[in-house]
T-cell receptor, first 110, second 113 residues
Framework: NAGVTQTPKFQVLKTGQSMTLQCAQDMNHNSMYWYRQDPGMGLRLIYYSASEGTTDKGEVPNGYNVSRLNKREFSLRLESAAPSQTSVYFC?????????FGSGTRLTVV | GQQLNQSPQSMFIQEGEDVSMNCTSSSIFNTWLWYKQDPGEGPVLLIALYKAGELTSNGRLTAQFGITRKDSFLNISASIPSDVGIYFCAGRNYGGSQGNLIFGKGTKLSVKP
């Protein structure tokens, strides 16, 4: 009953460092998503993947890249982290209507 | 792009009180969803609504899909301390450019000091 698993849960980066946030789902869902959550801003879509082999930009894609490695896994990469990317990142997956979210990665860029 | 206006932004509750929040949009949605986020966790789906006028309950929670398809309401009756958290509305329009969920900015429920 894992659902959507995100790693790591917490991360501190220095400005300019790179890192990859990992996400895996075990529900055989076709669609996967990456969101960031900032105070007062709600959930903003960074990138999504409607199915294995496809990815598309969301509302706030700048500074990020994604890879849909297979049906289960969808990773988010920050090539050169900036303080503006300090946020909580959520991965989600869906098959029909509702999304299932992971528990988030809290990222701080100093 | 499409936006949802969710209100209130925050509210304080006292145990036993009823709580109401709503979401409005300038666009029509085919589906409305309500999520709750506990501190340190991801949002969890509470209620899904599929038809205009639909009224659906989940325990003490009741949500309605507005007749105009541009709004939705969530009511919590007889609130308890574990109701605190952030509640998000989300709408989906399969005819939209992405067909993805559009989220409101959330209503934060806290306990009255």
């Amino acid at each position: 009953n894992a659902g959507v698993t995100q790693t790591p849960k917490f991360q501190v980066l220095k400005t300019g460092q790179s890192m990859t946030l990992q996400c895996a789902q075990d529900m055989n869902h076709n669609s996967m998503y990456w969101y960031r959550q900032d105070p007062g801003m709600g959930l903003r879509l960074i990138y999504y993947s409607a199915s294995e082999g496809t990815t598309d930009k969301g509302e706030v894609p700048n500074g990020y890249n994604v890879s849909r490695l297979n049906k289960r896994e969808f990773s988010l990469r920050l090539e050169s982290a900036a303080p503006s990317q300090t946020s909580v990142y959520f991965c989600a997956s869906s098959e029909s209507v509702g999304y299932t979210f992971g528990s988030g990665t809290r990222l701080t860029v100093v | 792009g499409q936006q949802l206006n969710q209100s209130p932004q925050s509210m304080f509750i006292q145990e036993g009180e009823d709580v109401s929040m709503n979401c409005t949009s300038s666009s029509i949605f085919n589906t409305w969803l309500w999520y709750k986020q506990d501190p340190g966790e991801g949002p969890v789906l509470l209620i899904a609504l599929y038809k205009a006028g639909e009224l659906t309950s989940n325990g003490r929670l009741t949500a309605q899909f507005g007749i105009t398809r541009k709004d939705s309401f969530l009511n919590i009756s007889a609130s308890i301390p574990s109701d605190v958290g952030i509640y998000f509305c989300a709408g989906r329009n399969y005819g939209g450019s992405q067909g993805n969920l559009i989220f409101g900015k959330g209503t934060k429920l806290s306990v009255k000091p």
